[in-house]
């Protein structure tokens, strides 16, 4: 290949930086324009602490505030929401609307979409948690260290890649009409029995049982761990949440490659 020629050819391939840039911009728009979607993302998490969390405000429970302790809960169940949601009912929406016949056709690699997708979600995940501990220490009186918000804002953000995969796994498993029924079905109950709004304490023997081999526990652990609250080793909670981001992965590219198959032979 002369010199000219692969000059034209790096001229005609778009960088990856800038079209990541303007894909996750449009997913952010299009994620804007459905409040259902945006109204239920921020506000809920808000919602239920002030239901479970503002009650017990005051409170000791694992060594720590008892407020602070369901409010790094309800941060990680909205975290976990925003991938879940987002990735299942967004994906399946996508094959629904034939986007990927559409993004096929286009120069816009499979990675730069997915990665786009990851980007939209963690930062209206970041901005959930802005509001809801905004609200946790204006309303609840709910006081920690600078560096301790950080570390659960940081934790919940890398350990969602789990929850991603999950949504990855539902979105090319579900039609788009089943989609949010079936998130709501293996989210909301995964959730519950691992402490997320209720503390483990109150809830039946069997599912305190049961609770440490559910991903939503480990991450759990994960904010309740940086808040100062007693929990598992954080090489434990990465240990168990890689293990299910594997898990999930695998069939999210067993359903990837299913539709591959079926739209393109």
Same mark, same amino acid.
């Given at each position: ?5 692969a000059?034209?050819d ?8 800038p ?22 993302? =921020? ?5 239920f602490?002030?239901?479970f ?10 060594g ?6 369901? =409010? ?38 499979p ?46 953000? =890398? ?70 609250a ?15 981001t594997?898990?999930f ?17």
């Amino acid at each position: 290949m002369t010199t000219a020629a692969a000059a034209t050819d790096r001229a005609a391939t778009a960088p990856l930086v800038p079209m990541l840039v303007k894909q996750t911009w449009y997913g952010l728009l299009a994620l804007w324009r459905i409040p259902a979607f945006t109204v239920s993302g =921020l506000v809920l998490p808000v919602m239920f602490f002030a239901f479970f969390g503002l009650p017990n405000v005051g409170r000791t429970f694992q060594g720590i505030n008892a407020g602070a302790y369901m =409010l790094a809960s309800f941060g990680a169940y909205a975290v976990g929401s925003m991938m879940v949601f987002n990735f299942g009912i967004g994906v399946a929406g996508d094959r629904a609307g034939k986007l990927d016949l559409l993004f096929r056709a286009t120069p816009l690699p499979p990675l730069v979409y997915m990665a786009s997708k990851l980007l939209v979600a963690a930062l209206f995940a970041l901005l959930s948690l802005l509001l809801l501990f905004g609200f946790g220490a204006a309303v609840g009186g709910i006081h920690m260290a600078a560096s301790q918000w950080v570390q659960i804002i940081a934790r919940l953000i =890398l350990g969602s890649v789990t929850f991603a995969a999950l949504g990855f796994a539902i979105g090319y498993s579900v039609s788009s009409h089943a989609a949010p029924g079936v998130a709501n079905l293996i989210y909301l109950p995964l959730s519950f029995a691992s402490g997320l709004f209720v503390p483990l304490q109150s809830m039946p023997q069997f599912i305190q049982e049961i609770a440490p081999y559910l991903p939503t526990y480990h991450y759990g652990q994960l904010a309740w761990g940086a808040a100062g609250a007693a929990a598992e080793p954080l090489a434990t909670s990465l240990a168990w949440l890689a293990g299910y981001t594997a898990l999930f992965l695998t069939l999210a590219a067993r359903g990837y490659y299913a539709e591959e198959q079926r739209k393109f032979g």
